[in-house]
RNA sequence: GCGCUUGUAGCUCAACCGGAUAGAGCAUCGGCCUUCUAAGCCGAGGGUUGCAGGUUCGAUUCCUGCCAAGCGUGCCA
């Protein structure tokens, strides 16, 4: 049930039928303000506008023309010509009595199902995952699972770079350690500390430096040593991506995994057909598109270069590879790529490239899902007090041990084995939210306290009210779905309204892939059962109330473990 | 130079794509645990939405200019 949908088609049927151009937005919105009823329909101004009409005398025939009598108690003229609309108590109880014996809460497959290719994570393999690839991470796993459960086909790509020139230090330095297999394996259970010490010797030693240009060199040519070991460290690097994915709760597997060097050998075919396609031009020796929409005031053009002087290939070029084989082998018809802002030309070109060359059709949705670099707290860019990004593993472990400290605190009846395990998901809930509760596109500033603040507007937060829910239902004995929903206090058919809301917030985040919008509602959601809880009594009210309260109670719970189960967060059943 | 993004309360962010009196959290201050978990609830203070114009019934939102910040911009990814 979408309860904005239906009052949609409703009062644009009402539009039409008062003589307004048929596709008209009748703009329906959830009131501003309480005394302006439930929902407000703000489309009637525009409208009369363009028919050169008295607002409110259109308001008031469309009006006429609106039977909303099995929804609405009311429904109002109001300013200028806004309709506001008071739902009816009964019919909102009704809904949320079919939500909650629903399964699906209510919500409805789309009746346009996509096939949506899913770009995200994508971390450079040469380097252990830190900070910065958190956003990525999880908020297209958030999407994916939303799209997911609105009935599309999402195909997720894990477009991890495993074939930059990085690997030559890196595979030579494993060379240099190769009679110590001790101390290879221990330098390799950190990758971070790896790959600054394969950089320091590049940086000092010239011998060194050479070797690792001549290996990129070998690697690339197919030279069976060089990629043996070149897999073996993949393999290692991917290994600490997968132990990532599992205590971020991502569903990210290794199926998912499409390396940037699965795409060398289609490269020199993508610049083939760019030159059949007319759109390649060879300036100053490197093979360029030119594309008139990239022409600034200046009157130049920012080419993208698809194939360097010496002959070799760029992102660019991989990039178009694997535009063409999400169209043609996976059968995309919607591509979203939640990849860092700085890369916000680069993909405007791919997509622009694309779609001229033919290697995806017009119709096909492309969509850059950008996001901010993350500072430090100093507003420069995020760098530890060493020097070096701070691990994704250890902020996890950070998180956790502050969790545990707090739960040891609040709760220490509770046995080490519960406490840990309560640690665990309000920690790493915690760390997740404060990044998927935020749409900004502008850098952002990372900060330890807020990021692991277990208070507010935070993931412990909506997982309390969740346990809170549960120890109800572990002290109200038999619960009788039977008895109907009724509303006493206003506070009880707030909480309703907003239940039912839970549609249009899955909706927004599916449209616009920004998780945010659900992070919002699930924290108006619970405050308001915060609230409900205070003033309404469950367990010691009399039976019809109690019933009554209990079903609102469970469809909140419900809804927060779906909600929260799609941000990829645990709920618990005490805390 | 050109291009993209951003500028909202002391701080971190919202505001459902032009709607009615700009909202939360943190921090500060004041109340609430013999009653379902106080990681909570109730209340208070805090704003010229960077600045100046424009568009219209109506602008944080759209347009122009300026200021400030970040990023990008022919052979790294």
């Not at 760019?274 to 005031?297: N, R, S, Y």
Request: net charge negative.
């Amino acid at each position: 049930m979408n309860i904005r949908k239906l009052l949609d088609s409703h009062v644009s049927q009402a539009l039409q039928l008062a003589g307004v151009e048929a596709g008209t937005p009748a703009l329906i919105k959830p009131s501003s303000r309480p005394e302006f009823g439930d929902y407000q329909a703000n489309g009637i101004i525009g409208a009369a506008k363009k028919l050169n009409m008295n607002p409110r005398e259109l308001a008031s025939t469309v009006l006429n023309h609106l039977d909303l009598s099995a929804i609405a108690e009311k429904v109002e003229i109001a300013g200028p010509g806004f309709l506001n609309i008071y739902l009816d108590s009964r019919w909102l109880a009704q809904q949320a009595e079919s939500a909650l014996e629903s399964e699906s809460l209510g919500i409805h497959k789309t009746t346009t199902p996509q096939t949506v290719v899913i770009d995200y994570s994508s971390p450079n393999l040469a380097k252990e995952m830190h900070v910065g690839h958190l956003r990525s991470t999880i908020i297209g796993d958030a999407v994916a699972r939303v799209l997911e459960l609105l009935g599309d086909t999402v195909i997720r790509q894990n477009h991890v770079g495993d074939w930059g020139t990085q690997f030559g230090m890196l595979l030579t330095y494993m060379n240099e350690l190769e009679g110590d297999t001790q101390s290879l394996s221990m330098q390799l259970a950190d990758l971070e500390k790896f790959y600054q010490a394969a950089k320091q010797r590049f940086d000092s030693d010239a011998d060194f430096a050479r070797a690792a240009r001549e290996n990129v060199v070998k690697l690339q040519a197919g030279d069976p040593e060089f990629l043996k070991r070149w897999k073996q460290f993949i393999d290692i690097s991917l290994q600490h991506c997968d132990e990532i994915y599992q205590r971020l709760n991502v569903l990210l597997t290794r199926d998912d995994v499409m390396p940037e060097s699965a795409y060398n050998s289609a490269l020199s075919q993508v610049v083939m057909d760019l030159d059949q396609a007319g759109l390649l031009i060879e300036d100053q020796g490197a093979k360029c598109v030119f594309l008139d929409q990239f022409k600034g005031k200046d009157n130049t053009i920012v080419p993208m270069i698809v194939q360097k002087s010496d002959g070799g290939y760029l992102y660019a070029t991989t990039d178009l590879a694997a535009l063409r084989y999400r169209y043609q082998q996976l059968g995309m018809t919607r591509g979203l790529y939640f990849i860092d802002a700085r890369q916000s030309l680069h993909m405007q070109q791919v997509f622009a490239v694309g779609k001229q060359a033919g290697f995806v059709p017009e119709n096909v949705q492309l969509e850059h899902m950008a996001f901010g670099t993350m500072m430090g707290e100093d507003g420069t860019p995020f760098k530890t007090r060493s020097g070096g990004t701070v691990k994704l593993v250890d902020l996890l472990d950070e998180a956790q041990q502050r969790a545990f400290v707090l739960v040891t605190e609040k709760n220490p009846q509770l046995d080490e084995a519960t406490r840990h395990h309560i640690a665990r998901v309000v920690g790493i809930g915690a760390v997740k939210y404060s990044d998927l509760s935020k749409n900004r596109t502008s850098d952002y500033r990372f900060n330890w306290d807020a990021m692991l603040s277990f208070e507010g507007n935070t993931a412990p937060y909506l997982q309390y009210a969740y346990t809170r829910i549960q120890s109800i239902f572990r002290k109200a004995g038999q619960f009788n779905p039977d008895i109907p929903l009724l509303f006493q206090e206003p506070a009880e058919r707030q909480l309703a309204l907003k239940l039912l809301q839970f549609s249009e917030a899955i909706e927004s985040v599916a449209k616009d892939g920004a998780p945010n919008l659900l992070c919002n509602y699930l924290f108006e959601l619970s405050g308001l059962f915060m609230h409900f809880y205070e003033v309404c009594p469950i367990i010691k009210a009399e039976e019809k109330i109690k019933h009554s309260r209990l079903k609102l109670s469970a469809l909140t719970a419900n809804t927060l473990q779906t909600g929260l189960g799609l941000l990829g967060i645990d709920v618990l059943e005490t805390m």
